[in-house]
């Protein structure tokens, strides 16, 4: 029972501290600030994180790690790259529809007295990177490949991912646009489109 607790405890710290990151920021947000939205003492959040940056770390790990295992069981498989990109960002959009916090707080907490969030984040980009460059670049023709910059063109799709989600209030107020399903289903295949079009046809202009 007690662990059952402990677990209990530990989800909820991290919840709290991920609707409270992504509302008012990281640095914004004090400690006792998730203790009381979450229920418990700062003992309780001291004895599963250690310290709010390592809270940080955990929700960011959670996020990254998230990314690589879709990555990793779509990217690596042996249908055309093509095809593969487009599940990819299929299922990316769809998680990121579910999880719009755990965005917000991933692309935008690189707290300027924490280097080392930026070396954390770094890190995992460039794990999801290899994947890329592993099992997405060798299935491309060589004049395509050789005119692919992946320190260029993963950045502009982490943008194109992300941008809607960081600024949907603003455009669903701007375009009055109903977020639904459908619309999520064509956001995915037209980045797909914008996305793969733009690199992959590049070398063959």
């Given amino acids: 029972m007690s662990s059952e607790k402990d677990a209990s405890a530990k989800q909820r710290i991290m919840e709290a501290a991920i609707k409270l990151f992504a509302k008012k920021s990281y640095s914004a947000t004090g400690l006792r600030e998730i203790v009381k939205a979450a229920g418990v003492s700062v003992a309780m959040v001291n004895y599963h994180f250690g310290s709010k940056q390592a809270l940080l770390e955990a929700i960011l790990d959670r996020f990254f790690q998230g990314l690589y295992k879709v990555a990793e069981e779509i990217l690596t498989g042996d249908d055309p790259p093509e095809l593969r990109m487009r599940r990819y960002l299929r299922a990316i959009v769809g998680g990121f529809r579910k999880n719009p916090d755990l965005v917000r707080i991933a692309i935008t907490e690189l707290p300027n007295d924490m280097p080392g969030i930026v070396e954390f984040k770094a890190e995992r980009v460039t794990r999801m990177l290899g994947l890329v460059a592993s099992h997405i670049l060798p299935a491309l023709p060589e ?54 079009y733009g690199v992959f046809r590049k070398g063959q202009a």
Wanted: negative net charge; without cysteine.
């Fill in 143 to 196: 004049e395509v490949r050789e005119n692919i910059r992946l320190e260029v063109v993963g950045p502009a799709l982490v943008g194109m991912l992300t941008f809607h989600f960081l600024m949907r209030p603003v455009i669903q107020n701007a375009f009055q646009i109903n977020f639904d399903s459908t619309f999520y289903e064509n956001y995915a295949d037209e980045l797909a489109d914008i996305f793969m």
